[in-house]
């Protein structure tokens, strides 16, 4: 397979050297980039489309964060290896539709990816364990600079840059972060936590973006403006939410624990048995059951050592990842079993829970 | 406890010696008696109960299968003992409910219980493991004989037995059994069998008698009629139709197996995964679990040694025997961590699920 090197390859969010925060699982950049001279790749002409990614997938190369990273286009992926980048969240769901002239070019650690051909012509991403929005920045602003160097952005004194998209024009910038709130879950608290982010202008989804559903009590905050007000702005806003969000996890989980203790034990007991015992288990029910492991973590019933296996899994009982593991297609009313056979033999030397959370006092 | 020595004794029906059949838990025959020259007991005076309940228990202490046996009047008794009795099917909840001058004497093994002044002056029960119907006749038609020797029963040469209630006068007999249903209940079939069961004129009910839901797919199954027919042919009619719904059951198992066996293997797996880690359990729910784990060892996915603990435990999981297990009493809402404790350890040492069934194979 041609993505074999990439999913075997250690990376920052799948093998958990850098284990990610209690609550933010990762944090992410991205930003859209048009060259000047082409319409935008839902206009351009089969050829001009071939130009661009040509062009850029050179440039890209040579830039020093991409030594040893990996160059996919779309046309010589299978269905599967496109799946199996989304669910790394390395491509996105519009690029693994689309075939021609488009590609993305990754970089060693998986940390950085850049879309060529999808929406606009440029989209690069930065991803990282944990909140880390500035350190993030930096590093994906300094990218855009050395770009910048070999490539002609469209950009205009006016709007700043250039989009296919009207919601994208100016900063070109989307920042999230992927937050891991059972707590607020668990209380019924969610709710009003999306209203007050929703107020101050920023967008509450899913694991998957866009349309994706809060399975596993994970969810992506992002700002949604990108013109009239500068990147350092935006991501202060970002930033000050995050933590007032962060906040409200960390209180409605102290008070979970005081006030339904038992029901959390029983909710982690069951999860932590179904896991390792049950024979069909769908994607939904296996990241809720994931969930709570990752609760289990949190509260000290599991070691913190644990986090890493939890974190992993997330990503590798999606349908990609399962196939991979299968070594062959299984369709999809066959993948629940296969998927609750991989949890049972990950689950299978899982240490013991201990409820009264002394795994955390130990450390 | 005045009850204790009874809980701890051996019992046909707790102690696993006897284990119940796959399908037929356990059979039960009671007879409806009264004594002449004196008002049913929801007629008669104090002083008039008070003489009947002296009188039979003289008689009844002096039968032979009586030695060793206890006798229970249920003014000293308190309300968990009379429940614990309940629970264990040796008096009904009519009688748990009534003070004065009534009370039961129960057999040392347990298999026989006569309780005085409940609806009729007696009521005499035989009840064991598996399906004994003519066994068991034939043991309570000798007590009943033996009864009369030294008790003047209410006998119409016309009706039969005369009871306090119409629908038990003539024979005075209620035979029923206990079965076992997963087979039926998982592939939904219990709607048809039960009304094929009401067509021929016999009553399904729950595992606590009238009123009571079929919790862990748990029915009883027993006679209407009392009247017109004799004993020997209302027992007949009984086996017949039992037969048929093992028949049944034996072939809704096979092609739940064939048809559906991911779905019952991980309908046994999470049960196992939720008995051994949960910490919260209605009684209802342990019911349910203590279901699919007797359905293991039926299909082999359990060793048949493993029935025994199952069996014992669709009793120990009741309220009642849960605040003797605890030596104390347990509020209602307290009661599930209590259940969830005693099941984790119960099934702490449980082989693994062999999921091939292969434990059937061996033997």
């Known amino acids: 397979m041609r993505i074999t090197p990439l999913i075997e390859a250690k990376a920052e969010l ?7 925060g209690s609550i933010v699982l990762s944090t992410r950049i991205r930003l859209a980039r048009n060259l000047t001279g082409a319409p935008f790749p839902g206009w351009a002409k089969e050829a001009q489309r071939r130009d661009i990614l040509s062009k850029s997938l050179e440039v890209i190369e040579a830039l020093p964060i991409m030594e040893g990273g990996s160059r996919l286009t779309m046309d010589e992926l299978s269905p599967l290896e496109k799946q199996i980048l989304h669910e790394r969240h390395l491509i996105s769901r519009e690029l693994m539709s689309s075939r021609q002239s488009c590609g993305v070019y990754v970089s060693g650690d998986q940390s950085c990816a850049i879309m060529v051909n999808e929406e606009d012509h440029l989209r690069i991403q930065m991803l990282r364990s944990g909140l880390k929005l500035k350190q993030i920045f ?9 770009l910048e160097l070999n490539l002609d952005y469209a950009f205009s004194p006016q709007y700043g840059y250039l989009t296919a998209c009207p919601t994208n024009v100016g900063t070109g910038m989307r920042a999230s972060a992927m937050l891991h709130l059972p707590g607020l879950v668990l209380s019924n608290h969610m709710e009003k936590v999306i209203r007050m982010v929703n107020q101050v202008g920023l967008a509450v989804r899913g694991l998957f973006g866009e349309g994706s559903d809060a399975t596993g009590s994970v969810f992506q905050i992002s700002n949604q403006q990108t013109l009239g007000e500068s990147e350092k702005d935006i991501l202060g806003r970002l930033q000050n939410i995050l933590q007032a969000v962060i906040t409200q ?3 409605a989980r102290k008070k979970l624990m005081e006030e339904a203790g038992a029901k959390i034990r029983d909710k982690i007991g069951r999860a932590c ?4 015992n049950a024979h069909l288990l769908s994607s939904e029910e296996a990241l809720n059951l994931l969930s709570l492991m990752r609760f289990a973590v949190d509260v000290g019933m599991l070691p913190e050592g644990e986090r890493a296996r939890v974190d992993r899994l997330f990503i590798e009982v999606q349908p990609g990842h399962l196939q991979y ?9 066959e993948r629940d079993p296969w998927r609750a056979r991989l949890l049972r033999e990950q689950f299978d030397d899982l240490p013991p829970l201990n409820f009264d959370g002394s795994y955390n006092k130990s450390e």
Chains 1, 2 share one sequence.
């Open 325 to 333: 593991a299968a070594g062959s297609t299984i369709e999809p009313n």
């Open 273 to 276: 048995g179904i896991l390792q």
């Open 14 to 20: 799948t093998d958990g050297t850098t284990p990610a």
């Open 249 to 251: 996890e960390d209180n």
């Open 138 to 146: 930096n590093g994906i602003n300094g990218l855009d600079d050395s």
